[in-house]
Structures are given as C-alpha cells and as structure tokens.
C-alpha cells in the first residue's frame, strides 16, 4: 500500500495578504505541510529541515529572491523553487530559470490560482519521486550481501535495515542468539559504508582477561604496569577513521561500561599510564546474544550505556525462525567444504533436507556449518542421507 506523504512548501513572502491567502488555499488541499517567512535569512536558517517546493518573492528585503535560488540550488537540487514576482521583463525571468528557478509566475491578478496550479504539478513529481524512494526501501541489492545467505523474510527485514543504516556513521547495536551472524553482518555494514577502505577491527570481549582489557582497547604506555616493556596501540586506536566492533559487549565489568561510555560521549580515549586525551574518529558497531534490558534492571548494566548503544538496533533471527534458509545454507556449507578439502562433489537426499528442516538448530548458523561439515566426512557416499547426520541434542 502507498504511503500517504505530505509535502513540505516553504512560502517566503514579505506580502502579508498574499501571504494569509496562499497559505489558506495550500492549508485548505489538505496535504501540505506549509512554514512562511518574510525574509530570505529567516528561511536560511531554516533551510535542513528540507522543503520539498519553495516560494520566493523577488524582491525580498534584504537577501534578495534570485541569491537565495542560487543558495537552494547549491544546497539541495531536489528542492524545487518557484519564483515570484511583478517584473516581466525577459532578461529578469531568462535570469531565474538559469538559476535553478523550476518556474517563474508573474504577480498578477490571477498569481494564487497559477501558483496553486503549479504547486499541484510539481506535487505530483515529488510524490512520485517519493514513491520511488519508498520502493527502494523494499527492495533489497542482494549483490551488495552475498556473504548473509538466505532469502526469507527475517533476513530481507534485516538486510533493509542494514542498507538504510550503512552509510552513516550513527552506532548499531546487533543482538541475536550465539551464531546468527552478528559479526558477519557488522563487516557487510563495515564494508559498505564510507569507511570501508579504513580498518575494520573485530574485538571479542568476552575472550579477553578482565585485568588486560583496558589495555586491549585503549592501549597503554610504557611502564603503565608490571610487564608494559612498551607503548601498545589499542584497538580503538587501530579502528581510528574507521570501524570497531565489540562482539560480546554485556560480558564487560562496570568499571570498564563507564570507561566506554566516556569514549562513545567524548570521541576520546586515554592510553593506560597516561593522562593525554586521544581523539578519534571511530564508528563503533556492538554485538550481544544477552538481553542487555534484563541486565540493566538487575544492575549489571548501565542504563546510559544502554540507551546510548541503541542508536540504531538491528535483531538477527535465529536459524528456526527462516525457514527454507536453512537448505540454502546447507547446501552452500557442503559445496564449499568439498571443494576447499578436494573431496568429490556431494549432495543431500530428499530425506536430510527434510531432517535438517525439522531440527530446531539452537547453535543456529554455526552449528548448521558444523554438522555439515562433520556429516561430508562421515558419508561414505555423494549422497547424504538423514542417517549421516548426528544432530545436537542441546536444546534453544
């Protein structure tokens, strides 16, 4: 179903009853979104809250209408400017549309009613242009994402997410249970965004000893403590410019949520040993299979880390929620596998798809991996059957 979208005219107009008068018969169309200001600079202050069509008068005071044309234009060419005015020379109406103006209407007596008809013809471009943009949003560029296999409808949702957040710099936080692809999906991020040139750098937290992780992550100075032989880079610092993922982020202790904090706040670190702040340009991605709400009402989390690290949260379901993905997987696992150990070509029978469909895999896409990979050595044929499979038996 299309969205019903409102477009956003801003009416800059010094013209007090021209002004009441346009913006009665916009109000009156029902879906305008109509701001009026009476000087160019008061628009200008305004200009990133992105109106979709622009009137201008002319002969505004003070910053005239063709300066603040040549600044929309400069600004946002998507932007459609309109202007007005009570000139009709040709010199002065060749001018504006040489200067980005979409149309040029003379303030006569019938000026609302041109204007209105205009408004409603360059409506209908916007709105289609916005329909376009809705349809992207739906549609997927799986070329961009052939390392997350699957084609259902959890990992389409995801993937949507994933390509509307890519290409800005805010934080994202991935949850899922162990072995949904957390850290595969933070290096797709990674390696479509404007950083992806820039280090890409994987920080498992919980794999590291709760005594050396400040210096993991920060680094530290020579002599900082009893075994520092030498200056050590951190991990944000080797992610400085562009990307550090902490795969495990509710394994951290309270001293070291509060150091983070600082660092996502101020953009700045502090090797161990040192009082030198280190700024950095850094995008943090984190991961986590715990429920870091639960941890927060039981204290073992902070609340303003907690807040601060959804700025844009991703979910990733497990394998039992996308269906036919599962064979998609598996088959991809066993071709892989074959050819990277120069075994024969193989394949699965009617049977061990079924059989696969049916587990509730609770070690998801990794555990799948696994058991293809066990199962390609135990078959004795290029034919896997269900009896070649030894499922784990541990529940979800």
């Not at 109509?34 to 002969?59: H, R, S």
């Not at 709105?127 to 296999?149: A, G, H, P, S, W």
Request: charged residues 30%.
């Amino acid at each position: 179903m299309a969205k019903n979208h409102i477009t956003k005219i801003f009416v800059v107009e010094d013209d007090p009853i021209f002004s009441r008068v346009l913006k009665f018969k916009l109000e009156e169309e029902g879906n305008y979104e109509v701001m009026m200001f009476t000087t160019g600079e008061e628009f200008l202050k305004n200009l990133d809250l992105a109106p979709d069509i622009v009137t201008i008068d002319y002969n505004l005071p003070g910053v005239k209408g063709i300066e603040l044309l040549k600044k929309i234009v400069a600004y946002n060419k998507d932007i459609t400017p309109i202007i007005l005015s009570a000139q009709e020379e040709v010199e002065v109406v060749v001018q504006a549309y040489k200067n980005g103006a979409k149309d040029y209407i003379v303030k006569k007596d019938n000026a609302i009613v041109e204007l209105m008809n205009s408004i409603a013809n360059f409506n209908t471009q916007v709105n289609l242009k916005k329909e376009v943009e809705d349809l992207k949003d739906l549609i997927v560029d799986r070329e961009k994402y052939l390392t997350f296999i699957g084609e259902s409808k959890p990992v389409l949702s995801v993937l949507r997410l994933v390509q509307k957040i890519e290409k800005t710099n805010m934080m994202v936080l991935i949850t899922g249970e162990s072995g949904t692809g957390k850290e595969v999906i933070s290096r797709i991020i990674h390696l479509n965004s404007l950083r992806r040139r820039e280090a890409f750098i994987p920080v498992n937290m919980a794999a590291i000893p709760p005594d050396l992780i400040e210096s993991e992550l920060f680094g530290h100075e020579k002599g900082a403590f009893t075994g520092a032989d030498s200056k050590r880079i951190g991990k944000f610092e080797e992610a400085n410019k562009g990307t550090i993922f902490l795969d495990e982020i509710g394994e951290m202790d309270m001293t070291l949520q509060t150091n983070l904090l600082r660092v996502l706040q101020e953009s700045t670190i502090c090797r161990v040993g040192s009082n030198k702040e280190i700024h950095l340009d850094v995008r943090v991605l984190a991961a986590t299979n715990k429920n870091l709400g639960q941890l927060v009402k039981e204290g073992k989390f902070r609340e303003d880390l907690f807040f601060r690290l959804q700025g844009f949260l991703i979910h990733l379901p497990p394998l039992r929620e996308r269906g036919n993905d599962v064979l998609m997987l598996a088959k991809h696992f066993l071709r892989e596998f074959c050819k990277n150990n120069r075994l024969p070509e193989k394949t699965f029978s009617k049977d061990s798809l079924e059989a696969m469909l049916e587990h509730r895999w609770p070690g998801n896409v990794r555990e799948l991996k696994a058991t293809v990979e066990r199962t390609a050595i135990i078959s004795d044929s290029n034919v896997i059957t269900s009896e070649d499979f030894i499922f784990s038996d541990i529940m979800a």
